[in-house]
């Protein structure tokens, strides 16, 4: 019953309809496979978890301006306060953000010196309440101590002589031990500078979500005599939304010599962060959609005059002894032929639009799968928009075939 | 007989109401996509200041880590604090401004407005003449205010309407920093797009807020905002010892009118960067560079790559629409056939035919043009509310964008066209009169 | 082989009803040749419609091959078109985009022989009408009469029983004419059952057997008692 000989045969005689949809079929499963796999890359990345309480937490900026205005004694009472409110978790100044895209990045290396290359890592200065308040595990070692915290100045050059860094920094700077093995090592910043790690934390991520390294972090025992600085708040699981508004008047009541701005939550923080990518997957996953569309309406608009066109001979087969089943056959079978030319110039097309996609802009080649796929979900869409027209033409009356216009 | 061919294309049209929507909205919809990638790609590679693009120029010199490229065997993009006072000191360019972002808090005196945190640039007061700032009130200070670090200050049009009301306020006192400043300038409205004169924090970020002059930086020890990078450790504490470090936080843009005077500029960049070998910095070859503002917005990759994607994606977009046009008017003009026989029957030529079945290609290209416009504001509204405000300038439809997306719709249309009208003009004149 | 008894065909609009067969009777034994005459709008169309199954009727029987065929389903009446009946058209209903091996094989693959049997037939039936050295041409490259004959092959090609002419010479000149009615006279001779439809009398005149057909009734019927010259020459 399989007539793919006639069927080409006829079709290579007719070949401009076929070609202009097998190209198209083609084009729409490069686009759409390689969006697919852009979406699923971006969403894999966005879906990293940064190590953080996200859901409880918050932050905000403090600047003093006033003459009166005193950092340290401001910070010190300030987190004293914090701590104190209902609703809070706990609180601790710091430097940068995870996830928030601006932040601070040094190197530290295994070896003293200069012609030594370090590995990137990003740098949070937290006191004590750090580990608690950004909500990390100590996997190894322990945490800081008061005593270990110090007060950094602006423009300091030195560093505290103790660290504690991500399982991920572990591993990159001793990639041949167990990360547990880093405890008590003692590693260089500024090429010369020792610094002991004490502790090995869990996950958390750098502000830089973009960033090859983005688990790489480190915590500094220091508080900053910074007159701008910032203060991570952790509330009760639930209660963000109303500390936040309490503490906002909190402190600009406290201390009228400062302002406090940029209070954001890390939900909204993430949101802003990830942007680009959720716009990027948004827009990529509406112009899929509307492609498959004109697609698949090109086929039902070219198969449809097709039928029309070979009204007479699907009547002359019917007469001949084909079924309402066999003409279904044939066009589907025909649809089928033209999509196979389209999906494997299709795969062809999708590994060179991805080469160079990874050329250009420095994308991720696709992974294999996604071809195959891609062709198989092509088929389909062409078998089910040719399905409509193929049914009109099985329901053609054969007794077309004696009539003579 | 054009009037002719445009009624028998509108007939056309509505003899197959269907098809020829199918049609409109394929070309709608593929100009629709690609209008609207096209307009923030061409908003992203805009020339920000057109009439003077190519004689400002950015200064780079590779002040960096003997062991290790600034980036992937690149030099800095910044200066350190030491090349932008040395340089400027030189004073061998026509017009020349160092420059640096940062911030603080303005605290007005209308006990009404609350202190708040402004974004401010440190610049030389040649900034404004050679970047084409506008100036609403005053002016920019000179050189003499440059020298003497006088506390003066130029601000935007909008702090000027949040401190003062948006009256002129020239000779007033402002208070940033914690310390007295006199306004001597108010800008009119102005936001370079990309913003090329620094494009360290975001090529879309907005114009600081105020302007002041840049040996402040040093005077009132201001914050650096915007990125700083370092090979190396300041030597010595406290914010002499780091202003004075390797480390890179300022640009520098230089006014050179002829080919001449740049060629003269590197001269004395690569001479300066000898001397300085001889002091002992500069630990690698000399390589310096100017680049005019589009080499420098090429060289800092401007426009996003997401966008540069999402342009070719939707330019094969439209290609798929196309194709489908093409696919849809060969079977429109072939169910004319009859007719175009009769046509040719009764003493059309081909030529005839060829122009009629063009003007209704063409009706139709436009037609889809017009409604793809309609689709591309609906596009640039959703990329608008799918980036948030800060994209607000880079999604807007100009005359330019608008024209160019009917010229695209009208060729691309007729480019669809021209086969299926050349197979139509090619029937045979007796072949469709028989009743077969 | 056919018989007709007592059928009924309506064809109805929203606001008229057309009596196109009424009380149609018609009997043919196995090896006649039987010309169907009668002026436009008589039924003859209809008529060709229903003995070749292409159509349904409302009232009465009809038996093709001593089978009733009234309670066939689609696919069943298909099955029996294919096996049972060839079709020639008036306008030979080639397919254009076929060469003519391909055209001749169109029922034979709804038959589901395999392919060697399929290609012995459409050479032997091609063979048959003197075309076989044409079997890669397109249809488009024959004249009428050699399109006529292509079609006679191809519903030959399955070997029917019963073989249902619309028209055959109506869009040729008479002699091409000829030679397709000296060669339907000859499968005639081999024991195929032939029902012409035809406007022509002179054409008619060279089947065995004549009816006439009159609004949808058979009116007339009358024996044809010898071949004319023309046709054996």
Redesign the interface.
Known sequence: ?L?I??IF???M??KVGAILIAIQIAITMTIIVNAVFIIYERSQKMQRESGIDEANSFYLSSAGFAESFNAKVSIKEDLAALRQLPGVANAIQINAIPISGGGWSMGLQTQAGAEYDGVGVAVYMVDEHGVDTLDLEIIAGENFSPSDIGWRETAQRLWPDKIIITKSMAEALFPDDPFETAVGKTVFINDTEPMVITGIIDKLQAPWVGWDRVENAMLSPENLNYESTRYFIRAEPGQRDSVMKNVEEFLAESNTGRIIRSMRSIEETRERSYRGDSAMIKILTTVMIILTVVTALGIVGLASFSVNRRK??I????????????ILRYFMLENFLISSVGVFLGAALTVGLNVLLVNQFDLDPIDWFYIPIGMVILWIVGQLAVFGPAKKAANI???I??R?V | MFSYYLRLAFKSIRRNPILSALMVAAIALGIGSSMTTITVNYLMSANPIPEKSDVLYHVQVDSWDPHNAFNDDDIPNQLTWTEATNLMAANKAMRQTAMAKTGGIIEPSDQDVKPFEASARLAFGDFFSMFNVPFLFGSSWDAEADQNRSQVIVLTKRINEQVFGGVNSVGETLSMFGTNFRVVGVLDDWQPMPKFYDVNNGAFDESEEVFIPFFLKEELELPNWGNTNCWKSPEGEGFKAFLRSECINFQMWVELPTQNDKAEYLDFLNSYVSEQKDLGRFPRPIQNRLSNVMEWMEDQEVVADDAQIMLWLSLMFLLVCLLNTIGLLLAKFTGKAAEIGLRRAVGASKGDLFFQHLVETALIGLLGGVFGLLLALVGLEGIKSLYGEFVRDLAALDFTMVLVGLVLALVSSIAAGLYPTWRACNIAPASQLKS? | MLKMTEIKKVFRTDLVETHALRDFNLHVDEGDFVAVTGPSGSGK?TF??IA????TFEGGSYQLDGEDVSHLN??QR??M???KIG?I???F?L?????LF?NV???L????FNAPERRKRIEQSLDLVGLANRMKH?PSQLSGGQQQRVAIA?ALA?EPRFLLA?EPT?NLDSKMANSVMSLLQDINDRGTTIVMVTHDQELARQAKRNIYVRDGKVSELHEVSELPDAVTA
């Open positions: 019953m007539e000989g006639p045969r006829a079709l005689r007719n007479k001979q009547g002359t087969r019917r007469a001949l002894g084909a079924s309402q089943g066999a009356a054969p007794a075939a004696t003579t | 077969q | 169309t060709l419609n070749g199954l292409l159509e689609d696919k298909s099955q078109r294919n096996e079709f058209f008036q306008s209903n397919i254009p985009d076929l060469d391909d094989d169109v029922p693959r709804y038959r589901g397109l191809r399955g619309d109506g």
